[in-house]
């Protein structure tokens, strides 16, 4: 209803500073209930370099705070636009949970910040290759994703983006930006919602061409998963579609989300947890791929919620959904 802006900074007719927000509707659990309240998701925040020495971006983001129920947000620089969010009270996770899995061993090996034993990689491809069933994708329907999303999420009170009809529309099936595949029925087995990137490189020019498959979503068909048990249609699931990837001419597959309730269920599908501290060379896989950036800062996620009656309301990452 455009009550979400983004907000502009003028000194007279001049434009100095910008605070970008995308609009959504956010469900937040409030004394045992689910509340459905307007926020934004934090887009590019900007001052003039010449009016940099104040204040100014602090009174931005005061603005916003005044303004907006709900903000959210991920890869906030860390030296910079970070330091607000930690002094405006957000809630932080440094590092989101990422999951990967070697598709073609040759492939991911070369996709590897640190090295590895390319034996290792081909040693993971095996194991996980358990079935050779293959689930490409399909057309959604989002009226019953809508529904299974709400049955599912609202009793574990689980803050999130609000999944309704309307979501599923503007973030996938309009999107201008990437084509979203749909896998899977989320009546029966679940939902994955991925997409396909060709790698992009200026400076590693032979990498240009290779495939990587992006898993955006994960909307398990029942409780099981999001409560951390092994969800066996949902491993079948996973693998079925990584299959596809992989006869697709995809070398590796990814998954970040804020929370690690799918870890158990992942694990058993053939990914491996990344991690920034002590993480092993074998999941080291690339950070970016368009550009291709093997090393860059981890992707992290914030969020504050600024309820009008001024209940604290204190949530873990382990009971959000961010992706």
Known sequence: N?????????????????????????QVPVHNNMRIL??????????????????????LQQEALNQIAVITGA?????????????????????????????????YHKLLSQKADIGNVTGWVNAWRTSNNIVGPGKPDINNISEVWKRTTFPLKLF?????????????????GFQYLFFGSIMDTGLIIARVETIISNEYK?????????????????????????????????QS???WAMNHGCVAADFYCSTTRFEPTLTVAGFKKYSVHGSSAITSLALLFQPLTYVAKPVNLFFKINRPDNDNIEISFENTYMV
Request: with cysteine; glycine share 10%; hydrophobic share 40%.
């Open 38 to 59: 307007q926020g934004g998701a934090s887009a590019m925040w900007t001052i003039g370099k010449q009016y940099r020495k104040g204040r100014l971006g602090l009174m």
């Open 75 to 107: 890869h906030s620089d860390p030296a910079t636009s970070l330091l607000f969010y930690r002094y405006g009270g957000f809630s932080i996770l440094d590092t989101t949970n990422r999951y990967v899995v070697p598709l073609e061993a040759k492939g």
């Open 2 to 26: 455009k009550k979400i802006n983004s907000l502009l900074l003028l000194c007279g007719d001049e434009v100095i500073g910008f605070r970008g927000f995308i609009p959504g509707l956010y």
């Open 241 to 243: 579609v990584i299959l």
């Open 206 to 238: 032979e990498m240009n061409g290779i495939k990587v498959f992006r898993i955006i979503e994960i909307i398990p068909r029942d409780s099981l998963a999001w409560k951390g048990e092994k969800d066996k249609l949902l491993i079948e699931l996973i």
């Open 160 to 176: 999130s983006l609000y999944r309704n009809n309307d979501f599923w529309k503007w973030r996938y099936l309009d999107s201008t």
